[in-house]
């Protein structure tokens, strides 16, 4: 069964503090890997990652995919209250031979305290 | 351009009835997959359309169905309500099925009495 697991759950840390999340997968048909930011409404997309090795940046935000070991991280370094929220991660994977579907983990909770 | 837009925003229902909502994608985008966020399971992937077809269907029963019209907009249905149909809707958009960007709406939210 495809699955997509993140750590830690929860996070809290000070304004200031760098921050990793982690996220792993066993996806079949994998084609892509995602990673979004949930406030209190719909999942703002973030960044795209298909290919091992390649850091995404944007910010104070990184992104890096090692599809040998099938995980990526999120950055974000010099955190700001602002950036309290869930962070999803999910597989773009292809089902059935036609079309994509994203396979989320349950998200990582971020709280940044000033 | 403008986003994803979703109606309505919030639904109350009540088990047995049936609900429709809807989903207009970004304007060029013509694949619209749904989710279904709840606290307990997260985000689960429902189905996605393109060019009016179904093309993949998560594991879900059939009380939910969809359809693509030929301007692109969905609709998803939801026949037979119970209990825990109650959940944040989402629905996505993208360029195309190959295209694993996906943009989301704002949501809506069914309460289910």
């Known amino acids: 069964e495809d699955k997509v697991v993140q750590s830690p759950l929860s996070l809290v840390v000070h304004e200031g503090d760098t921050v990793t999340l982690n996220c792993s997968y066993e996806v079949t048909n994998f084609r892509s890997l995602l990673w979004y930011k949930q406030e209190k409404k719909a999942p703002t997309f973030l960044f795209m990652l298909t290919s091992s090795g390649i850091e995404k940046k944007s910010g104070r935000l990184s992104s890096i995919l090692d599809k040998k070991e099938l995980f990526s991280i999120l950055n974000i370094t010099a955190t700001q209250t602002g950036d309290s929220a869930v962070y999803l991660c999910?597989?773009?994977?292809?089902?059935?031979?036609?079309?994509?579907?994203?396979?989320f983990g349950k998200g990582t909770t971020l709280s940044v305290s000033s | 351009k403008a986003g994803v837009t979703q109606t309505p925003r919030y639904l109350i229902k009540t088990r047995g009835q049936q609900v429709t909502l809807s989903c207009s994608p970004i304007?060029?985008?013509?694949?619209v997959s749904w989710y279904q966020q709840t606290p307990g399971q997260g985000l689960q992937f429902l189905f996605e359309y393109f060019s009016e077809t179904q093309r993949n269907k998560g594991n879900f029963p059939g009380r939910f169905s969809g359809r693509q019209f030929s301007n692109s907009r969905s609709e998803m249905n939801v026949s037979t309500l119970e209990l825990g149909d109650s959940a944040l809707y989402l629905c996505a958009s993208s360029f195309s099925p190959d295209t694993n960007e996906q943009f989301f709406g704002p949501g809506t939210r069914l309460t289910v009495l």
């Open positions: 999910a597989v773009g994977a292809r089902i059935n031979q036609a079309g994509t579907a994203l396979i």
């Open positions: 304007s060029g985008h013509r694949s």
